[in-house]
T-cell receptor, first 116, second 117 residues
Framework: AQKVTQAQTEISVVEKEDVTLDCVYETRDTTYYLFWYKQPPSGELVFLIRRNSFDEQNEISGRYSWNFQKSTSSFNFTITASQVVDSAVYFCALSEASNTGNQFYFGTGTSLTVIP | DTGVSQNPRHKITKRGQNVTFRCDPISEHNRLYWYRQTLGQGPEFLTYFQNEAQLEKSRLLSDRFSAERPKGSFSTLEIQRTEQGDSAMYLC???????????????FGPGTRLTVL
């Protein structure tokens, strides 16, 4: 079974619009970690945020914000006032504490295009 | 040290040939991971090392694949008798094990894009 689901394959928005990228995860662990990465056209995955399962506080970093809800197993990512430079593929990932290697399970990604 | 580096960035080979990729992690990181990413998909875990020990291998890692990390520094991933299905981006990542509890971010290299003709 897919551990991380990103149902939105592609999203297009006009510059300055807000956009939310959805992520739903599945795990039996009580301790786990959730991540968002950005993959621009150059291909390198850029770390954006980590959230621990025991910390449900939402986080804001500049134009980025994250909404973590254990009740719905979701970890959504919102970009406010989107810019062309935000165009990339965004991946949500899960790491389970029971896995000693802390390997990541990635979703299939959401391709965001910001139109100027 | 500016990050994880991978070489080569691109590799084109003919089916049946052997290829080897190299990854240089962030210098103080003791964990190193290999992932494979195909078009339109997220990265999939292949294997990881803690220092020089290879501790886990995915079922995706067939017998034609071998990885090493001598002396716990750089790592190599070799694919023998390449097949067209091996065409993908091979990503390397490194992390520092539990510097702080839960501090397990993996930092990725730019990847090696393999094309098997």
């Amino acid at each position: 079974a897919q551990k991380v689901t990103q149902a939105q394959t592609e999203i297009s928005v006009v510059e300055k619009e807000d956009v939310t990228l959805d992520c739903v995860y599945e795990t039996r662990d009580t301790t786990y970690y959730l991540f968002w990465y950005k993959q621009p056209p150059s291909g390198e995955l850029v770390f954006l945020i980590r959230r621990n399962s025991f910390d449900e506080q939402n986080e804001i970093s500049g134009r980025y914000s994250w909404n973590f809800q254990k009740s719905t197993s979701s970890f959504n990512f919102t970009i406010t006032a989107s810019q062309v430079v935000d165009s990339a593929v965004y991946f949500c990932a899960l790491s389970e504490a029971s896995n000693t290697g802390n390997q990541f399970y990635f979703g299939t990604g959401t391709s965001l295009t910001v139109i100027p | 040290d500016t990050g994880v580096s991978q070489n080569p960035r691109h590799k084109i080979t003919k089916r049946g040939q052997n290829v080897t990729f190299r990854c240089d992690p962030i210098s103080e990181h003791n964990r190193l991971y290999w992932y494979r990413q195909t078009l339109g998909q997220g990265p999939e875990f292949l294997t990881y090392f803690q220092n020089e020990a290879q501790l886990e291998k995915s079922r995706l890692l067939s017998d034609r694949f071998s990885a090493e990390r001598p002396k716990g520094s750089f790592s190599t991933l070799e694919i023998q008798r390449t097949e067209q299905g091996d065409s993908a981006m091979y990503l390397c990542a490194s992390s520092l094990l539990f510097r702080v509890a839960g501090d397990i971010e993996q930092f990725f290299g730019p990847g090696t894009r393999l094309t098997v003709l």
